[in-house]
């Protein structure tokens, strides 16, 4: 799991992409699609960003639903915490106790 989210967040398109989902989530391909192309100035065809999207649903950053006809992506964060808690040592030293 974690060597599929350090591949997933290796590649700069798709940490836009996770920021365009931060900005907004709950996006279609098409919306985000528009938001790389206006905002960020980049050509990419809609079958590229489809695959990173794919390789950041397979990290677990991205979950999508269907309603009708449309998929949504969502942003979901619960990789990345789990991540930066692995390496967090709990602080050991407890509370100070103040001198009077």
């Known amino acids: 799991m974690a060597d599929d989210l350090f591949k997933a967040l290796a590649d700069p398109t798709r940490r836009t992409i996770l920021d365009e989902l931060t900005e907004k989530s709950g996006q279609t391909l098409f919306e985000i699609c528009s938001r790389l192309s206006m905002k960020h ?4 065809s809609r079958q590229a960003i489809s ?4 390789v950041l649903e397979a990290a677990g ?3 999508t639903r269907r ?8 942003l979901n964060t619960a ?3 789990q991540i930066a808690e692995r390496w967090l ?5 407890g509370p100070k106790e103040s001198t009077p």
């Open 89 to 93: 040592v709990p602080d050991s030293s």
């Open 51 to 54: 695959q990173h999207l794919a």
């Open 61 to 63: 950053l991205v979950e």
């Open 67 to 74: 309603e009708g006809r449309y998929k949504f992506h969502d």
């Open 41 to 44: 100035q980049l050509g990419i």
């Open 79 to 81: 990789p990345l915490r």
